[in-house]
């Protein structure tokens, strides 16, 4: 996955039911790219450079893993099922609905067939009073003004009217907001930190990913499991224990929840499988010592993949040092995370078969676990 970025767009429609086109723009948008963050009210404007009936515009802005040129591909497949059909002409005619990538964070993009920031948006009113609405405080990244200070600059007396129409978020029809901290937990390659992030993008919440790939005793482990076992597992429980402090004593629960993709649990099942019984009575008292302090998940979302799953997903990371792990080493894990949870009623856990899915290319896979969770 790329880094999350965050979009603001344009949409507009001057043809048949403009409110009705605009809302099934937004529902597609959210079914099949991203949840969106924040949605103007409806502005309209008169058609500008061709004689056609006045605009209804909005702005909205989402964040997303995928690139600005996937993203406007998408839009344009949207624009084809709501029945536009784009002239190759390059002139302005009425349209049924025409979606705009206007900015992509600092994003500075000159291609044929891709230009951010959008060109002509600091000329147009239709898109300055929408974008100030749902962020104010965007800067743009070529000239460094303000949104505000480019409206202000704006010589154009272009007529403009806010309908005061507020549009229905179909993000708002699910909500984790009934957790403050969820978990993800799986075996070895079941998703977790690929939907970990997934739902941090669409609800703008605070991520805590482990931090694994720096651990020095990983691959040593994998060569030699008996030599390096209690030192790897000594040090993820160090490394975690120290993450979960630091990221969630700053943490404000009123006001962000946070999803992580592993449950400080995760230490005591993986140990009692690679360490001795004498390692293992010592690491759990060492554990649960540590784990008073610990704030805990409201929810631990645990993702059930089968072992051949697994498996292709491991090999797809392309991870040298999992290369040798053994389809009964993750039979051990799966057998012992249940055998846990299965001895801790007090946990807040929900099992999810994601092994017919694909969450990460099947936007609708992903809402559908979105759906299970609210």
Known sequence: MEIQKKYHISIGSNIGNRIKNIQETIDLIHSRIASLLSISSIY???SIGFEGDDFFNICASFNSFKSPHFIM???LEIEKLLGRVRSKE???TSRIIDIDILLVDDMIINSEELTIPHKEMCNRRFVLDPLIEIDPNIIHPVNKMSIKEILNSLESKQKIQNKDIILQNPAH???INNYSYIAIEGNIGSGKTSLSKLISSDFNTKLMLERFIDNPFLAKFYKNPKDFAFKLEMSFLADRYQQTNEDLSQLNFFSQNIISDYDIHKSLIFSKINLNEDEFNLYRKLFYSLYKSIVKPDLIIFLNQTIENL???IEKRGREYESKISEEYLKK????YSDFFKSRPDLNVKFIDVSE???VKNRLDYLSIINGIS
């Open 357 to 359: 899915m694909d969450f």
């Open 173 to 175: 029809s699910v909500s």
């Open 73 to 75: 591909n998408e839009f």
């Open 333 to 336: 894990i799966n057998q012992s």
């Open 311 to 313: 498996k292709i997903n």
């Open 90 to 92: 390059k002139k302005y």
């Open 44 to 46: 309209e404007t008169e």
